[in-house]
């Protein structure tokens, strides 16, 4: 019986995919029959449409050559008579013949039948023409002009040229009539042969069922066939890859990994199918769905790389590993694949080249220093008593010994900017007065060369806020490989001006310009031309990437673009900034710090970015304090898991004048803090998983209390420094605005209202006395005296402190503004209790 079933199992399921294949293919052919005939059905009505219209041009082409006889008939007869009512069927024929033209341009016509009615138009006019020219001659000269211009023939040229349009016209929609007719019956004797095609193509459609069965039968077997070696060469590209790789199910167990994983973590396969992926490495630490922690949204992973994670071998040793991750949508849900890599080989070599580093600053840079600085007192020494040649080989040592020293200080910028290291000094500056610097310091380079600097500065002040020492950095490098790639006797421009809320700085050169191979990568480190200018060395290839670094580090971008009339244009922009109200002008991305598992920090702060938030990230409590000293930060995300059972952190952070203000948001566990963590001075607990929407929430309460709840001090005072030094520890407190006389300080006041203002006796154009009476009024503002002359009497108005700056610490204004906004804010607050 089984026997019987086999051998039936065939032609029963033929039978059945047969019996399939007719009810599909006669739906089908009855459709396109169907659908035949209507379109058949639509052309007959077309060709009938086409002879209507044809016998409608032909009848209006009669009626409008009847209706400019009829005109012409009555002209002759007032012509004879003199009577006007002759002139009626003139007046009608006219008419008439406007409306016949008008419905026979509304007809669909071929260019031909076109080109008739125009010219039949045409001849129409000039014979009204010449109606109405014989008609004012009768009415004004009576019968005899008038028959003599009738009599001269012209009037009946026209009728007679009209007579062989009119014929030309209706030949033409004969013709068309009969073409019309003939297509007809081609469709027709068409529709014979598609209908007995139908017919035969039914007759076939059985045939060709058996065809196609057998041809599936045949396909199907080698579909398999096929699917068999291919998931074996997928095993064994699975097996073969050198990085560890590992199929996560939605739940977070393994479900399967390769060869190289099991050689890597010490486990056989089976071992660990089933078990949780932290088992081996911590790819989504926290609480939650494995999904929602490990980063998983509508649009992908938010962190498909991660770094420097550490798994755990059988043997319970550690492995230093990144990891890169994928996404497989399943029928059972969406499974990660996970890429490892054992990186304790890039570790080793990152050791010996942090080892390198070390050696070249500190066993090279500074014999290299005392080298060049004995070479520049040798090159000085020398004068007139030693020969030319001498003389020319020192300097020809220190400018080396120069070279070796910028290619040292190259290699070590350029690491501690990519490793967040370096330290910057944030002043608000004129970006012009940098690039006037910048001039300076390679204007006897550009003699050498022959080349002329040209500065091309916007007249208004370009106020940044930046490093000048590192802006000149970036502004030397650029300027540099201009005038070398420029030829003698060109020009190096070097442009600043104000563009759509930021600064832009661009250094145009003369050059050949860029090499198209060199222009994608112009930006990495020891990136360099094929060519150099004749007679000088090549450079380090770091300058444009040390560049690059520093201006991402102020917030900017640079790029390259070829110039207009040959050269090359290097660009940077940085954000412009409002000294005033100490925020960046073109309202750029305000700044907050995380501290958090970098993991899941990362994954916030791509997050944020997209809302035009920038942050940082630190994993230790160390990293944190000393990111508050280099940074401003608008606000704190803090992983409460930092914070232990002693809310200690928070408190030491608070504690710093300047952090005093500063808001904080808490990344709790899934469940909500103890009553003694919750009752610190934070905006939100957000518990995990996060919530997009709370953490939305909670930054724009942050971000409007940064942008609006900060209040402004004015500071007048002709020494810049003293303003710069006050700023930097008002920072994170108040913004602080700056005047350096008394009609800049009237007009800031005008502008905007400070909260405080800090006043110098001693001012360029009067005494800072003089601002106290503007000051009074209803609701006077405070004002503090931070002088260096000393005043023995009362003041004309009253004035919040006196302090001098020989006797007085810049710690004790600051806490005298303290007290002062701290007193304003009291008094705020019971004015709204009220």
């Known amino acids: 019986m089984i026997g019987e079933d086999d051998q039936t199992s065939g032609p029963r399921s033929f039978e059945l995919r047969a019996g399939l294949a007719v009810l599909l293919l006669i739906p089908l052919l009855l459709a396109a029959l169907a659908f035949w005939f209507s379109t058949e059905y639509r052309r007959l009505g077309s060709t009938e449409d086409e002879a209507r ?214 486990y056989a396969e089976d071992e660990l199918i089933r078990r949780d992926i932290s088992l081996i490495v911590d790819l989504a630490p926290g609480e939650g769905l494995f999904l929602d922690r490990i980063g998983l949204t509508d649009k992908g992973l938010i962190e498909p790389f991660r770094h420097n994670l550490t798994a755990r071998g059988a043997n319970g040793t550690t492995i230093p590993v990144e990891a890169a991750l994928g996404i497989m949508p399943l029928p059972d849900g969406v499974h990660i694949v996970a890429a490892l890599r054992d990186i304790s080989e890039r570790e080793k070599v990152e050791q010996i080249k942090d080892q390198f580093l070390s050696t070249v600053s500190h066993e090279l840079r500074t014999p290299l220093t005392s080298i060049v600085g004995s070479l520049g007192l040798l090159r000085g020494s020398l004068g007139q008593e030693f020969p030319a040649a001498m003389l020319r080989l020192v300097v020809i040592a220190e400018n080396n010994a120069n070279r070796l020293i910028r290619l040292v200080n190259d290699l070590l910028d350029i690491e501690k900017l990519e490793a967040g290291e370096m330290s910057f000094d944030f002043q608000p500056i004129d970006l012009r007065d940098v690039g006037a610097r910048a001039l300076d310091a390679v204007r006897g380079m550009a003699e050498n060369q022959q080349v002329e600097l040209i500065s091309d500065f916007a007249k208004e002040p370009v ?129 907050v710090l995380i501290c958090a598992h970098e993991s899941e ?58 952090l005093r203000n500063l808001p904080v948001i808490a990344i709790a566990g899934g469940d909500e803090p103890g009553a003694q963590l919750a009752s610190l001075d934070v905006i939100d607990w957000i518990p995990r998983p996060l919530d997009a929407a709370r953490l939305n929430t909670a930054m724009a309460s942050v971000i409007a209390r940064a942008r609006h709840s900060m209040p402004l001090i004015l500071h007048v005072d002709d020494d810049t420094d003293t303003l710069e030094i006050t700023a930097a520890a008002l920072e994170g407190r108040a913004r602080t605005a700056r005047a350096t006389d008394l009609a800049s300080a009237r007009e800031m006041i005008a502008r905007d209202r400070p909260d405080v203002v800090i006043v110098d ?54 806490e005298t503004i303290n007290e002062i906004l701290d007193r304003q804010k009291q008094a705020a607050e019971i004015s709204d209790g009220r």
């Not at 030829?487 to 070097?494: D, Y």
């Not at 704190?636 to 408190?651: A, E, I, K």
């Open 463 to 591: 106020m940044i806020r930046g490093d000048a020492e590192r802006l000149i950095q970036v502004f030397n490098n650029l300027l540099a490989n201009a005038i070398r790639f420029t030829p003698a006797e060109r020009t190096v421009s070097l442009q600043i001006i104000r563009r759509n809320g930021h600064a832009e700085a661009s250094v145009i050169d003369s050059g050949p310009g860029i090499d198209a191979e060199l222009r994608n990568r112009l930006f990495t480190r020891f990136a360099q031309s094929i060519q150099s200018p004749a007679g000088q060395a090549r450079g380090t290839g770091l300058g444009l990437a040390i560049s690059r670094e520093i201006v991402r580090n102020h917030g900017g971008g640079i790029w390259y673009t070829p110039a207009p009339s040959g050269g090359s244009v290097f660009s940077f922009n940085l954000p412009l900034w409002n000294t005033v109200t100490g925020q960046p002008e073109n309202g750029a991305a305000p700044r």
């Open 601 to 658: 920090a990362r994954g916030i702060a791509d997050a944020l970015e997209n809302r035009s938030i920038r942050a940082d990230v630190v994993d230790t409590t160390e990293a944190l304090m000393t990111a508050f000293s280099r940074q401003h930060y608008v606000a704190l995300l803090l992983d409460y898991h930092y914070l232990g059972d002693n809310p200690r952190l928070l408190h030491e952070i608070h504690s710093d004048p300047t």
């Open 761 to 814: 006796l001693g001012l360029p154009d009067g005494c800072g006395e003089q601002l106290l009476a503007e000051l009074g009024g209803e609701a006077p503002i405070p004002v503090i005296i931070y002088s260096a002359q000393e005043r023995n009497g009362a003041f004309a108005n009253e004035v919040a402190a006196v302090l001098t700056k020989s006797r007085r610490s810049l710690f004790t204004l600051v």
């Open 53 to 266: 219209q044809a016998h409608a041009r032909q009848l209006l082409i009669s009626e409008l050559f009847s209706s400019i006889k009829d005109a012409e008939t009555g002209q002759r007869g007032f012509v004879i008579t003199g009577n006007e009512t002759f002139l009626e069927p003139y007046r009608e024929g006219r008419r008439d013949v406007q409306e016949q033209l008008q419905a026979l341009w509304s007809l669909p016509t071929t260019d031909k039948e076109r080109r008739h009615l125009e010219r039949f138009k045409q001849i129409s006019d000039a014979k009204f023409g010449e109606m109405e020219r014989v008609i004012g001659l009768r009415r004004s000269g009576g019968l005899g002009p008038a028959a003599a211009s009738v009599s001269e023939g012209y009037g009946k040229a026209l009728m007679d040229e009209l007579r062989s349009e009119a014929t030309k016209a209706r030949a033409a929609e004969a013709q068309r009539l009969a073409q019309t007719l003939a297509r007809q019956n081609e469709r027709t004797r068409a529709t014979e042969q598609i209908s007995w095609f139908i017919v035969a193509m039914v007759a076939l459609t059985f045939i060709g069922i058996g065809v196609l069965y057998w041809r599936s039968e045949h396909r199907r077997a080698g579909f398999e066939r096929a699917a068999r070696e291919a998931a074996a060469r997928r095993r064994a590209i699975f097996d073969s890859t050198l990085d560890a790789i590992i199929l996560i199910n939605p739940s977070g167990s393994i479900e399967t990994i390769n060869r190289s994983a099991s050689q890597l973590f010490g």
